[in-house]
């Protein structure tokens, strides 16, 4: 695909970004693209190899060398079809996901890999100025009604195939904003919210209905809910956050990292600011976790003008290379720095905070270094390290340690959906154990990307479909 020798003669470019010093100052994207003809450039760096790994690294498994392909001649048209074929958003992709298809890349292994997620991005970009991105074309309605319980990736995709199969859909969001996680907890900088709203007008116009302020089991009951609809896709998120267990977790100044992740970008949108103001301006904020949410409350603390920001992972420090357990095409387990990181933060690893100080408010953190071991049976233990303890100063602590499971309380309970061992809701085939309800995303899968979850809801409208029609010409 491409140009057989392109990887050898041309070089990755990466896309421009703005100065560290000018994009604190905003919350709008920072990102320059590159233009069509040097992006004509990089797709020719695709290998013609005999196995593309790429498509196996994508959770959509996006056929990335024949997209590669059209853009090399061409083809941008040909390229998109390609490209939507198999993934509903890639104008969320191609900004927020970590691109594991980069390093399943071929080329990868004598070179850079190619920049799959840069063209993902261009291709859907141009598609959408040219004006080839339409609804879905219409087809003979099942009269057959789904109700989908949340609109961030997940409830999207399956909102979006049930309608291309022609049942009737509708979308119930608790929030007065369309897009879960997309709109509300990520930020702007990121995804920037019209981004959003340009694919939600598109999904109305094919007729898919979108109900807000609409939180099931909480101001809509769940019993309307199973008499107005024939079946129920459950794709609520996991959104219990992990807390701390230690002493003094209750003072103020310490709150979960989507609340104050929610609230900025409620302040972007002009929407009204529920509870207490979390704010970092001319705070000392400690941010207890290392992966991509901590790292979005680093970059949105920095722009707010944090005093300083400080960002505690419990796990060492990945290594600069491949470890010998982390073989291609595996995602590497290597030290990486987020856009938000480069903005300014000091990052600590191996480190674990065992007290919370100060009396009503946060005043600091008393952390100490740990040291990981393997025991016999391959288990990874943490111990301390004995005269290691710190106190590290804060007014604003962010809890970002990830998610345990979905909210139970409400529409699960009142459902009566049977949860696995980790609280998640079970599944097989998508089903859960009520027969006319199925579920998808995190809320069933635990915590993951939103590639991921627009891959679950893929997968959840075509086990459906299948159970309403007896087959299913969804992918």
């Given at each position: 695909?491409?140009?057989?020798t392109?990887f050898?003669?041309?070089?990755?470019?990466?896309?421009?970004?703005?100065?560290v010093?000018e994009?604190?100052?905003?919350y709008?994207?920072?990102?320059?693209?590159?233009?069509?003809?040097?992006?004509?450039?990089?797709?020719?760096r695709?290998?013609?190899?005999?196995?593309?790994f790429?498509?196996?690294?994508?959770?959509?498994?996006?056929?990335?060398?024949?997209?590669n392909?059209?853009?090399?001649?061409?083809?941008w048209?040909?390229?998109?079809?390609t490209?939507?074929?198999?993934?509903?958003?890639?104008?969320?992709?191609?900004?927020v996901?970590?691109?594991?298809?980069?390093?399943?890349?071929?080329a990868?292994?004598?070179?850079?890999s190619?920049?799959?997620?840069?063209?993902e991005?261009?291709i859907?970009e141009?598609?959408?100025e040219e004006g080839?991105?339409?609804?879905?074309t219409?087809?003979?309605?099942?009269?057959?009604?789904?109700?989908?319980?949340?609109?961030?990736?997940?409830?999207?995709?399956?909102?979006?195939?049930?309608?291309?199969?022609?049942?009737?859909?509708?979308?119930?969001e608790?929030?007065?904003?369309?897009?879960?996680?997309?709109?509300?907890?990520?930020?702007?900088?990121?995804?920037?919210?019209?981004?959003v709203?340009?694919?939600?007008?598109i999904?109305?116009?094919?007729?898919?209905?979108?109900k807000?302020?609409?939180?099931?089991?909480?101001?809509?009951?769940?019993a309307?809910?199973?008499?107005?609809?024939?079946?129920?896709?459950?794709?609520?998120?996991?959104?219990?956050?992990?807390?701390?267990?230690?002493?003094?977790n209750?003072?103020?100044?310490?709150?979960?990292?989507?609340?104050?992740?929610?609230?900025?970008?409620?302040?972007?949108?002009?929407?009204?600011?529920?509870?207490e103001?979390?704010?970092?301006t001319?705070?000392?904020v400690?941010?207890?976790?290392?992966?991509d949410?901590?790292?979005?409350?680093?970059?949105t603390s920095i722009?707010q003008?944090?005093?300083?920001?400080t960002?505690?992972?419990?796990l060492p420090?990945?290594?600069?290379?491949?470890a010998?357990?982390?073989?291609?095409?595996?995602y590497p387990?290597?030290?990486?720095?987020?856009?938000?990181?480069?903005?300014?933060?000091t990052r600590?690893?191996s480190?674990?905070?065992?007290?919370?100080?100060?009396?009503?408010?946060?005043?600091?953190?008393?952390?100490?270094?740990?040291?990981?071991?393997?025991?016999?049976s391959?288990?990874?233990e943490m111990?301390?390290?004995?005269?290691?303890?710190?106190?590290?100063q804060?007014?604003?602590?962010?809890?970002?340690?990830?998610?345990?499971?979905p909210?139970?309380?409400?529409l699960?309970?009142?459902?009566?959906?049977?949860?696995?061992?980790r609280?998640?809701?079970?599944?097989?085939?998508?089903?859960?154990?009520?027969?006319?309800?199925?579920?998808?995303?995190?809320?069933?899968?635990?915590q993951?990307?939103?590639?991921?979850?627009?891959?679950?809801?893929?997968?959840?409208?075509?086990?459906?479909?299948?159970?309403?029609?007896?087959?299913?010409?969804?992918?």
């Amino acid at each position: 695909m491409g140009k057989p020798t392109g990887f050898l003669e041309f070089a990755r470019e990466n896309p421009k970004k703005q100065p560290v010093s000018e994009r604190i100052q905003h919350y709008d994207a920072f990102e320059t693209p590159l233009t069509s003809r040097r992006l004509t450039t990089q797709a020719a760096r695709c290998m013609d190899c005999g196995v593309p790994f790429c498509n196996s690294g994508c959770p959509v498994q996006n056929l990335i060398p024949e997209f590669n392909e059209y853009i090399y001649q061409g083809q941008w048209r040909n390229a998109y079809g390609t490209l939507q074929s198999t993934n509903n958003f890639p104008e969320f992709t191609g900004r927020v996901c970590p691109a594991p298809c980069e390093p399943a890349c071929c080329a990868g292994l004598v070179d850079d890999s190619i920049s799959i997620k840069q063209i993902e991005l261009a291709i859907v970009e141009k598609a959408f100025e040219e004006g080839w991105v339409k609804p879905n074309t219409p087809v003979p309605s099942t009269g057959v009604k789904i109700a989908i319980v949340g609109s961030g990736p997940a409830g999207l995709a399956a909102a979006q195939q049930l309608n291309l199969a022609g049942h009737e859909v509708t979308v119930f969001e608790k929030n007065e904003v369309i897009g879960g996680l997309l709109r509300l907890g990520i930020p702007s900088f990121k995804l920037e919210k019209t981004i959003v709203e340009r694919r939600i007008d598109i999904m109305r116009s094919q007729g898919i209905i979108f109900k807000t302020n609409a939180h099931v089991g909480v101001n809509f009951s769940v019993a309307q809910l199973q008499e107005d609809f024939d079946y129920v896709g459950l794709t609520g998120g996991s959104e219990k956050p992990r807390d701390l267990s230690i002493p003094k977790n209750d003072l103020q100044g310490v709150h979960f990292a989507m609340d104050f992740l929610t609230q900025q970008n409620r302040r972007v949108e002009n929407l009204d600011v529920q509870g207490e103001d979390i704010l970092a301006t001319g705070k000392h904020v400690v941010v207890i976790g290392g992966g991509d949410t901590g790292s979005d409350c680093v970059g949105t603390s920095i722009r707010q003008g944090a005093a300083s920001v400080t960002q505690i992972e419990i796990l060492p420090e990945p290594p600069k290379e491949r470890a010998g357990n982390n073989p291609w095409p595996e995602y590497p387990r290597v030290f990486q720095t987020s856009s938000s990181q480069e903005e300014g933060c000091t990052r600590l690893f191996s480190t674990t905070t065992k007290k919370l100080l100060g009396e009503s408010k946060v005043t600091g953190l008393l952390c100490a270094e740990v040291t990981w071991v393997a025991d016999s049976s391959g288990r990874w233990e943490m111990t301390e390290k004995e005269g290691s303890e710190v106190e590290i100063q804060a007014d604003l602590v962010l809890l970002a340690m990830g998610f345990v499971h979905p909210v139970k309380e409400g529409l699960l309970e009142n459902l009566g959906i049977e949860l696995d061992g980790r609280g998640n809701v079970k599944t097989e085939d998508y089903q859960t154990n009520i027969p006319t309800i199925y579920a998808a995303g995190d809320m069933a899968t635990g915590q993951s990307l939103v590639v991921r979850a627009i891959f679950s809801g893929r997968q959840m409208a075509k086990a459906l479909d299948r159970a309403i029609k007896g087959y299913s010409h969804l992918s």
